[in-house]
Nanobody, 115 residues
């Protein structure tokens, strides 16, 4: 079992930036696929960004060019740098680890973009 703990959420004005962190309770392995998802009120959870052990990345069209996912296996941590934030980015952001057939989730961190 792996626990994931997100941090870094908060309230930010439109155009601002936030950096989310996700720390795993155990080592992040090269074959783990790490990702960030988000869920806005009344909407389904959606993929925001993913990164493989070989640093291949995948982004939702709505965040391309604004968000950057990265991982530091030595620190068991995954990051999501979010720039040029928009009100539409308001959601609870969840960290995800896919390890072969297992799927782990964090508790989520709230991001609110509002003036």
């Amino acid at each position: 079992q792996v626990q994931l703990a997100e941090s870094g959420g908060g309230l930010v004005q439109p155009g601002g930036s936030l950096r989310l962190s996700c720390t795993a309770s155990r080592s992040i392995l090269n074959y783990d696929i790490m990702g960030w998802y988000r869920q806005a009120p009344g909407k389904q959870r959606e993929l925001v960004a993913q990164i493989t052990g070989s640093e291949n990345t995948n982004y939702a069209d709505s965040v391309k060019g604004r968000f950057t996912i990265s991982r530091d296996n030595a620190k068991n941590t995954v990051f999501l740098q979010m720039n040029s934030l928009e009100p539409e980015d308001t959601a609870v952001y969840y960290c995800n680890m896919r390890r072969i057939i297992a799927n782990y989730w964090g508790q989520g961190t709230q991001v609110t973009v509002s003036s």
